[in-house]
């Protein structure tokens, strides 16, 4: 399929090493931070979400990061792996699921084998 | 079980003319998102459905374009008298009330010619 984010923001990390990727956010009363991957060809995929009343969560190889000092979120992805090569969004939304998910720009992952 | 579907899944039209993109989401869920992504470019918020409140319009860039969402669950976006610019990747995804999980389908490829 055609790729997304042709010109997006790229990383590019070999393969078993650790990815950061970084996201500023805007709205300082958004209750939710989310972080969506998107496959060449594909809708996005959700990852992993972070409540704004913490400040770290960690899932399965990845974990996230919210500094709302700074307005910033990140995600880590333990030993990189080839499949995590994507286009990676972070997304944020108020309480209650009332108001939309809204995205930011997003960052390519590349991963060298 | 199934997932969001999405049709057409490429629609090539003249300039001028109008157009209507279907989504289906997951049964059950009351919430329903139309992004669209433009090549290098991010998800551009369009509209948000949520259960039986007035939907979120904020992100419609014209008057040109609209959505309805029959009984809760499917849901068209009309494209009038459409322009080269509208060409993108239409993506809707549907989610449960108070849950940052949306589940995207494919998308809908618009070529404006």
């Known amino acids: 399929g055609e790729s997304v984010g042709l010109h997006l923001p790229t990383l590019s990390v070999q393969e078993g090493d650790n990815s950061i990727i970084n996201c500023a956010y805007s709205n300082s009363a958004s209750d939710y931070f989310i972080w969506y991957k998107q496959e060449s060809g594909k809708g996005p995929q959700f990852i992993i979400d972070?409540?704004?009343?913490?400040d770290k969560r960690q899932g399965q190889r990845v974990t996230v990061l919210l500094n709302k000092t700074v307005k910033h979120l990140s995600l880590q992805i333990a030993a990189t792996q080839p499949g995590d090569s994507a286009v990676y969004f972070c997304?944020?939304?108020?309480?209650?699921?009332?108001?939309?998910?809204?995205f930011g720009k997003g960052t390519r992952l590349s991963v060298i084998a | 079980g199934a997932g969001v579907s999405q049709s057409p899944s490429n629609k090539v039209t003249e300039k001028g003319k109008d157009v209507e993109l279907r989504c289906d989401p997951i049964s059950g869920h009351t919430a329903l998102y139309w992004y669209r992504q433009s090549l290098g470019q991010g998800l551009e918020f369009l509209i948000y459905?949520?259960?039986?409140?007035?939907?979120?319009k904020s992100g419609l860039p014209s008057d040109r374009f609209s959505a309805e969402r029959t009984g809760g669950s499917v849901s068209t976006l009309t494209i009038q008298r459409t322009q080269q610019e509208d060409s993108a990747v239409y993506l809707c995804?549907?989610?449960?009330?108070?849950?940052?999980?949306?589940?995207f389908g494919q998308g809908t490829r618009l070529t404006v010619v």
């Open positions: 995804a549907s989610g449960r009330r108070g849950n940052t999980e949306a589940f």
């Open positions: 997304a944020e939304t108020g309480n209650s699921g009332n108001t939309p998910l809204v």
């Open positions: 972070i409540r704004s009343n913490m």
């Open positions: 459905f949520q259960g039986n409140s007035a939907p979120d």
